[in-house]
């Protein structure tokens, strides 16, 4: 359908920015919350940072890409830390198990995945618990690792039981033994684990894994949990768990909609990504695209989300024209194609739709 607009793919993507350099020139803004998320992960090596903001409004996007900056030494500042590529969604049918289980995986699959991308091996005790981890179930089997030592301190060897059975200490431990490696290996400052979406759990189940995480992963050297959830996280979790809430880095980051300016910056580079012209313009006016953003209360979800609805209703709409006027033209007897269909007198606008219909 957008080739019938002159774009490559939809300017209105809504999924998320990812960590990866084609996606860093997409983002618009945020370099306060920029300069607070370097400067809150600079404080330390490991600890509980939260990020919150409304439905929509740019969370995961601003993390994903200031996390890959980080990582590749193009922030201007911060430590260099091997980003979360794949960030740990949290569903509303989890348990707490489910989710240590899934931040661990998480954690092998972003080392795995940078290791591919730069063309390094994978370090072998985290291949060794990738193997581990997906031995889930029946024929899952007991492991022994040596989780490295790091800064002047001394490992240590420790035996993990089949996965199925594995206790939050033995989870912290299969991630302190992948983080160490990451370290002392892969020479990163830190790792970083992501939970994202935490409003999906509800405040009893939320409550439940600050305080199952408080002593054991949340406390794992060199592991950064980000927790990254809805507008007043923080001050739910101080509720929740004031131990785990003295334990998070500062009072978490806000994310905040972006301004008008920066949603028609964000669209011109968009529109100059996907359009197939180098002149290409943006399908809709900026009066539509402020109209939808003041209404959404700036939220870019939504304002992509109906940009992409309206673009799809008309082009619907031209095609079903160019239908209708095809069968009543072969009802009278008259073959229609492109070329008489352009020369119809006072068709304009039919061909107009022709050329959207696109057939
Ligand atoms: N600063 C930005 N610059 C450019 N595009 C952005 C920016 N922030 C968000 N977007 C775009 O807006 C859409 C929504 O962003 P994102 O998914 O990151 O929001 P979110 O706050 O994480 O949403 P949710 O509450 O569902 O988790 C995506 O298409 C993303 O690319
Ligand atoms: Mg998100």
Redesign the pocket.
């Known amino acids: 359908m957008w080739e019938s607009l002159g774009f490559r793919e939809s300017p209105?993507?809504?999924?998320?920015?990812v960590a990866r350099q084609e996606?860093v020139d997409?983002?618009?803004?945020?370099s306060s919350e920029s300069v607070d998320l370097c400067t809150q992960l600079g404080t330390a090596s490991e600890g509980v940072l939260v990020i919150s903001?409304?439905?929509?409004?740019?969370?995961?996007?601003?993390f994903?890409i200031q996390q890959f900056l980080l990582e590749n030494d193009q922030a201007l500042f911060g430590p260099k830390i091997l980003a979360a590529r794949t960030l740990c969604p949290v569903q509303p049918s989890d348990d707490i198990r489910k989710i240590s289980i899934r931040a661990l995986d998480s954690l092998y699959r972003s080392v795995n995945e940078w290791c591919s991308i730069n063309k390094v091996d994978l370090p072998q005790q985290t291949k060794e618990i990738g193997k581990w981890i997906a031995g889930t179930g029946t024929s899952g089997f007991s492991l022994g690792i040596n989780i490295l030592g790091f800064g002047g301190s001394v490992g240590r060897t420790t035996q993990l039981p089949k996965i199925s059975d594995a206790t939050f200490e033995a989870i912290s431990d299969a991630i302190s033994a992948i983080s160490a490696e990451v370290i002392e290996l892969l020479h990163f400052k830190s790792v970083v684990i992501a939970l994202?979406?935490i409003?999906n759990l509800s405040d009893e189940l939320l409550g439940s894994m600050l305080i199952s995480f408080r002593d054991t992963l949340f406390s794992t050297p060199n592991v950064w949990w980000v927790l990254?959830g809805?507008s007043g996280l923080s001050s739910l979790i101080q509720s929740l768990d004031p131990r785990v809430f003295e334990r998070t880095t500062g009072s978490g980051i806000e994310?905040r909609p972006?301004e008008l300016t920066?949603l028609y910056d964000?669209i011109k580079?968009r529109v100059a990504k996907f359009h197939k012209k180098k002149t290409g313009k943006a399908p809709l006016t900026e009066e539509t695209f402020k109209n939808l953003f003041e209404a959404s209360f700036g939220?870019?979800?939504f304002v992509?989300k109906y940009s992409n609805n309206i673009c799809t209703k008309f082009v619907e709409a031209m095609r079903s024209d160019v239908l209708k006027e095809l069968s009543r033209s072969s009802s009278l007897g008259t073959k229609l194609d492109k070329k008489t269909f352009e020369k119809k007198p006072g068709c304009c606008d039919w061909s107009v739709s022709y050329k959207f219909a696109n057939i």
Request: charge should be negative.
């Open positions: 209105f993507n809504t999924n998320p920015l996606d997409l983002l618009v803004g945020r903001g409304r439905p929509g409004v740019g969370k995961t996007s601003f994903n994202d979406n409003e990254i809805q994310v972006i920066e964000a580079l939220e870019v979800r992509f």
